[in-house]
């Protein structure tokens, strides 16, 4: 499963999150968010280049427990994860230049 493109309710807990093996991106914010949707094409852009990697929108808000777990602070925020360790994190990207560097370090 690579780029998802909706948000969705939260389904995982830190401690599934924390349990998983490989790379996997964590992406917060809400379908309603401007910065959030501007970003899309850029991070759509890094992760159709990795199909098989395990990208998961996680909609965020006021008390949701994983995206408070990660300090998320402002939307969209992407979490690269290698074996359920964060790795990298970009927030807000402007470009994909960023997301592809952080990309790299849970893929190489």
Known sequence: ??????????????????AHAGPRVLEFGTNWCGHCRAAQPAIEA?????PDLEHIKVEDGKGRPLGRS?????????IFLRDG????????PRDSAEI?????????
């Open 46 to 50: 890094v992760l159709s280049d990795h």
């Open 1 to 18: 499963m690579s780029y998802q493109p909706e948000y969705l309710p939260e389904t995982l807990d830190r401690a599934a999150v924390d």
């Open 85 to 92: 360790e964060e790795v990298a994190r970009v927030v807000r």
């Open 70 to 78: 990660f300090r998320v602070k402002l939307w969209p925020t992407l």
């Open 100 to 108: 592809r560097e952080a990309l790299a370090r849970i893929t190489a």
